[in-house]
T-cell receptor
């Protein structure tokens, strides 16, 4: 197992452009999470999927953000009309979680660092 | 709402020194508590966890005890190594929900 992989690792874009990030979770994991981490802060939750269903979205996820997990495997996070405030590390994590589990370990990818200039 | 407060870093220690990184939390319900570590250039890794009051999580010489009465989950290690230099994040989860992280504490260990 290669763990959670994210692509690209780094992205520089001009303000107003659209960007899309990809996350490939650990293959047997049913949950996939997106977090955002800005400099000097801890990761902040954005959204998560149970298989292909998007079950929760944070207030941080403005209308310019959209996430998909079409076949319950990989996921994409798109940011439209990027702003300088979107500059951050975008982290993906996955876990295998059932409704009987109280605690499960989330495995994180190395993240995609977005810089909006 | 849920929140986690960690001591600010960086924490600078000499090799073999004793480490404490303080973490306190506010949560609704009965959270599970975690310490994650992020080594330079790598993703977050779970270091240890505790799911109920008085539980002690331990891994790689690190320990933390879930203290409900003080709402704390302080990370300790008796003798740090240069290879422990990293950023440490305290986090909590309630029910089946997602993780709430603290801001992180950078640890720098010199030989």
């Amino acid at each position: 197992d290669t763990g959670v992989s994210q692509d690209p690792r780094h992205k520089i874009t001009k303000r107003g452009q659209n960007v899309t990030f990809r996350c490939d979770p650990i293959s047997e994991h049913n949950r996939l999470y997106w977090y955002r981490q800005t400099l000097g802060q801890g990761p902040e939750f954005l959204t998560y999927f149970q298989n292909e269903a998007q079950l929760e979205k944070s207030r941080l996820l403005s209308d310019r953000f959209s996430a998909e997990r079409p076949k319950g495997s990989f996921s994409t996070l798109e940011i439209q009309r990027t702003e300088q405030g979107d500059s951050a590390m975008y982290l993906c994590a996955s876990s295998f979680t059932t409704y009987r589990d109280r605690v499960t370990e989330a495995f994180f990818g190395q993240g995609t660092r977005l810089t909006v200039v | 709402g849920n929140s986690v407060t960690q001591m600010e870093g960086p924490v600078t220690l000499s090799e073999e020194a004793f480490l404490t990184i303080n973490c306190t939390y506010t949560a609704t319900g009965y959270p599970s508590l975690f310490w994650y570590v992020q080594y330079p250039g790598e993703g977050l890794q779970l270091l240890l966890k505790a799911t109920k009051a008085d539980d002690k999580g331990s891994n790689k010489g690190f320990e933390a005890t879930y203290r409900k009465e003080t709402t704390s989950f302080h990370l300790e290690k008796g003798s740090v190594q240069v290879s422990d230099s990293a950023v440490y994040f305290c986090a909590l989860s309630t029910g089946y929900s997602t993780l709430t992280f603290g801001k992180g504490t950078m640890l720098l260990v010199s030989p």
